[in-house]
């Protein structure tokens, strides 16, 4: 298996909080991307990575924030979680943009 | 205004047979395509992909097809087999403008195999 890793893998927390999801590889691959997973809605893009410092919007990206200090590590912080926030979230890697990502197992997050 | 549709929620199909999962595109700029399998409490992992510059591409018991004129793909398992039930997505990417850096992914089919 490609080497990524998300944690934490479960997160409880309560509304208001400021959460930060970790996404970090082993494989040196320049892009990164955040994805939510909620029924109906399929895999929605948050935020991408193309390189060190350089990020970009998805398509539901209000409500989150990312930083990449790091080729290996890629944070989401959800700066003041809310109830709809509530959701599976993914890490992906690739090597090249537009091609085949290597997924992270996921972190279920829940905000009561 | 969604990109990639996958119309049906779920297909039921029994053992041994065709399973046929189809997807649509709207964006002419698409020109590489992906089918992720994914399991429950597991990522998607990558299953197959074809280019815009085929119309088949074939993987042991998978095969998906392109129709470029009609902005349609689908894959096809056969026989399908009681492991090949989860939610597959489709997934869509331009290598030139339109939506560089990101695959654009359908709303995924939930494929049950009954024994």
């Known amino acids: 298996d490609a080497g990524i890793t998300q944690s934490p893998r479960h997160k409880v927390t309560e509304t208001g909080t400021p959460v930060t999801l970790r996404c970090h590889q082993t494989?040196?691959?320049?892009?990164m991307y955040w994805y939510r997973q909620d029924p109906g809605h399929g895999l929605r893009l948050i935020h991408y990575s193309y390189g060190v410092k350089d990020t970009d919007k998805g398509e539901v990206s209000d409500g989150y924030s990312v930083s990449r200090s790091k080729t290996e590590d890629f944070l989401l912080t959800l700066e003041s979680a809310t109830s709809s926030q509530t959701s599976v979230y993914f890490c992906?890697?690739?090597?090249?943009?537009?091609?085949?990502?290597?997924f992270g197992s996921g972190t279920r997050l829940t905000v009561v | 205004d969604q990109q990639v549709k996958q119309n049906s929620p779920s297909l039921s199909v029994q053992e041994g047979r065709i399973s046929i999962l189809n997807c649509d595109y709207t964006?002419?700029?698409?020109?590489?395509f992906l089918w992720y399998k994914k399991y429950p409490a597991e990522g998607p992992t990558f299953l197959i992909s074809i280019s815009s510059i085929k119309d088949k591409n074939e993987d042991g018991r998978f095969t998906v097809f392109l129709n470029k004129s009609a902005k349609h793909l689908s894959l096809h398992i056969v026989p399908s087999q009681p492991g090949d039930s989860a939610v597959y997505f489709c997934a869509a990417s331009a290598e030139s403008g339109g939506s560089n850096y990101k695959l654009t992914f359908g709303k995924g089919t939930l494929l049950t195999v009954n024994p």
């Open positions: 494989e040196n691959h320049r892009y």
């Open positions: 964006n002419s700029m698409f020109d590489y």
């Open positions: 992906a890697i690739s090597r090249l943009p537009n091609y085949g990502y290597t």
